[in-house]
């Protein structure tokens, strides 16, 4: 289903590039389309969080998801974390952030996302890919019924977008479209 | 022009209204409007102070746009972009500064990619298995295809303790005949002296950020964590302010001016010294 939503994207991609094959400045329309298809991976990476963040989500199916997951994600990306106590920043890998989600001691946990979202420019690094942030909030709560402890907070999530120009073959032809990989994701717990 | 400002209006009052977050059907939280008006990264400052996009930020402008660079527009964002809590920004200054920046003749905006701002990064090392904090001062410059962030100076305590040459008739010195002993005298300088910088010329000024890299290339000094970011602007003729982040309750949130100083000649020097703490 996702790999659909992709293909169309790209293919999306394809008509946009065509006339600017020539360029590698974005153009206005270009950026559209790109923030278009960011938006979607960030949308499946909450999706994915609140599934694998369940306590009706079974454990093999928890790991399914984390594989999805980290798919979307370039190779070695990082969750950087921070609360409102502390400011220090606690660095794990994708995985390690996933899976301490699913080990959360909580017999209930509910995540929701917030409707808004920011994205940022697109700045070109020197090796010639472009990179943009997509901020978006999450509202988090775990009930534990032995203690009757309930925890809420609410987190902004800045992520990294890397957008590259890549290549394929379609019936024999080299065609060019853009693709779009997570990054770092930086959390910060808010005072909202 | 008037649209825009009433629609700049409408949006940031009515957003003000609304005092609780609501759950829409398909369990997505409605905004009640503080995360719409908190300037949620860097890239919205800059795009809010020279109004390129809309009020809720949910629009790019370009130029062509009519509502590009629109001045009540900018100066509704730049209101907007004062920490008006906790800063004690003068309300006169602020509107000398902001007047300036909107001028009908010579408007001016702040750029990405133009020189005259960093970022001033608190981050903690371990220094010879020692908690040590250092400032990181870094920058952007074009490399490549783009542009990279580098690291321009460094301020580490621990360093600058290390380096206090004294003044005056405290300082030691190697007269000005020891050529004639092949300058034997300083076995004394470097072996019994606590401060062999006394010896350097006037203009010595250590370069904490070789030292701080070596420190790191030899295993001695090991990155922690970041504590905390904020951001130093010169870009505006004759006006510098500093911009941090804001998180806290409320609508007036994320990146902020925080101080505003109208520079006389010399000021930008002497607040530059400030900053880099290399003394």
């Known amino acids: 289903m996702k790999n659909r939503i992709y293909l169309s994207a790209i293919v999306f991609f394809l008509a946009l590039t065509s006339g600017f094959s020539q360029s590698e400045t974005i153009s206005p329309a270009r950026k559209q389309a790109i923030d278009s298809l960011a938006l979607e991976k960030v949308k499946d990476l909450s999706q994915y969080i609140s599934i694998i963040g369940s306590k009706e989500t079974q454990f093999s199916e928890a790991n399914r998801v984390m594989d999805r997951a980290e798919e979307l994600f370039a190779p070695g990306a990082e969750m950087g974390v921070s609360s409102i106590n502390s400011n220090d920043i606690a660095y794990y890998k994708v995985r390690r952030y996933f899976e301490r989600l699913m080990a959360l001691n909580y017999d209930r946990v509910n995540i929701t996302w917030y409707d808004i979202q920011y994205i940022s420019d697109l700045e070109r690094q020197p090796d010639g890919r472009y990179v943009g942030v997509i901020t978006v909030y999450q509202r988090f709560e775990g009930t534990s019924i032995e203690t009757g402890m309930n925890y809420k907070d609410t987190t902004k999530k800045d992520i990294t977008i890397y957008v590259e120009k890549k290549q394929t073959q379609i019936a024999g032809r080299t065609i060019d479209f853009w693709d779009v990989m997570l990054g770092d994701v930086r959390v910060t717990e808010t005072s909202a | ?268 020097e002497t607040i530059l010294d400030f900053i880099y703490d290399q003394n």
């Open chain 2, 1 to 268: 022009m008037r649209l825009s400002l009433a629609l700049f209006a409408v949006f940031f009052i009515s957003i003000g209204f609304v005092s609780a977050q609501t759950y829409r059907g398909s369990g997505t939280v409605i905004d009640d409007g503080r995360f719409a008006a908190s300037t949620k990264q860097l890239n919205q400052f800059f795009r809010r102070f020279n109004a390129e996009e809309s009020p809720d930020g949910s629009k790019r402008y370009y130029p062509g746009d009519s509502l590009y660079h629109n001045i009540p527009l900018r100066q509704g964002f730049i209101q907007i972009l004062f920490d008006n809590q906790t800063s004690s920004v003068n309300p006169s200054l602020k509107k000398e500064f902001i007047d300036h920046v909107l001028s009908g003749v010579y408007p001016q905006y702040i750029n990405f990619h133009r020189d005259g701002w960093f970022a001033e990064v608190e981050t903690e090392f371990i220094f010879n298995g020692r908690r040590e904090q250092a400032t990181l001062f870094l920058k952007i410059q074009p490399e490549g295809l783009g542009y990279e962030w580098v690291i321009e100076e460094v301020s580490f305590p621990t360093f600058q303790r290390l380096f206090n040459k004294p003044q005056g008739e405290n300082k030691d010195f190697l007269h000005p005949l020891s050529h004639e002993l092949g300058f034997m005298n300083l076995r004394r300088a470097f072996q019994d002296s606590g401060a062999p910088e006394s010896y350097t010329e006037k203009a010595f000024s250590p370069d904490y950020l070789t030292l701080f890299l070596y420190e790191m290339n030899k295993g001695n000094l090991r990155f922690e964590t970041v504590k905390g970011v904020k951001f130093h602007f010169f870009q505006i003729d004759g006006w510098y302010f500093e911009v941090n982040q804001f998180n806290r309750p409320g609508f007036n949130t994320g990146w902020l001016i925080a101080n505003l100083v109208k520079l006389n000649p010399g000021d930008q």
